[in-house]
């Protein structure tokens, strides 16, 4: 069973422009969920996806936006990048809503994001 | 913000050694896990424990959990050089779905 599949992986934007990472769940699952990992910040949960809705979101601002397909892929979109939006963006799929039923999370490898 | 904050922030050990790896967080959970992360990779699930249980095994792993304390231990035994990784420790809100991670703890195995 193929693994979260996260395209691109490596990517290099300058200040101003915006981005879109996308993101390939296990086969079967219906929720995706973002995170933004960085140095100083640790990991900081970005979204919740499931059945294309978006059921939990984290306080980032507006700039930072997703959805969800109906065969469960999932983008994710930061417009206008600043500097300190430099991070790696991982996705993470699991069957129900969440790791509150289903346990664990599924992660992809991440999207390196730098932004000069 | 972070809800677990995770001590020690690094640990070296030899190889053959135990690593031991503590966890606080701060509101009611429904269960605590444990993932690891390779540098600049994706993390993985390591084990879970849910809020009624005390300890959990897996393979080289031990996960305790005391909820008076709000406190989790990650214990290694007999680590490899291949153990070193960033360990994780995430908690869901009985209240919540969303997985909350802590700052993490990052194990050096020298062989």
């Known amino acids: 069973k193929a693994g979260v599949t996260q395209t691109p992986r490596y990517l290099i934007k300058t200040r101003g422009q915006q981005v879109t990472l996308s993101c390939s769940p296990i086969?079967?699952?219906?929720?995706v969920s973002w995170y933004q990992q960085t140095p100083g910040q640790g990991l900081q949960f970005l979204f919740e996806?499931?059945?294309?809705?978006?059921?939990n979101k984290g306080n980032f601002p507006g700039r930072f936006s997703g959805r969800q397909f109906s065969n469960s892929r999932s983008e994710m979109n930061v417009s206008t990048l600043e500097l300190g939006d430099s991070a790696l963006y991982l996705c993470a799929s699991s069957l129900g809503l969440g790791a509150r039923y289903t346990g664990e999370l599924f992660f992809g490898e991440g999207s390196r994001l730098t932004v000069l | 913000s972070q809800q677990g904050e995770e001590d020690p922030q690094a640990l070296s050990i030899q190889e053959g050694e135990n690593a031991t790896m503590n966890c606080s967080y701060k509101t009611s959970i429904n269960n605590l896990q444990w993932y690891r992360q390779n540098s600049g990779r994706g993390l993985v699930h390591l084990i879970l424990i849910r809020s009624n249980e005390r300890e959990k095994h897996s393979g080289r792993l031990r996960v305790t959990l005391d909820t008076s304390k709000k406190s989790s231990s990650l214990l290694i035994t007999a680590s490899r050089a291949a153990d070193t990784a960033s360990y994780f420790c995430a908690t869901i809100e009985t209240s919540g779905s969303r997985l909350t991670f802590g700052e993490g703890t990052q194990l050096t195995v020298n062989p």
């Open positions: 086969s079967g699952h219906r929720s």
């Open positions: 996806y499931f059945s294309e809705t978006q059921r």
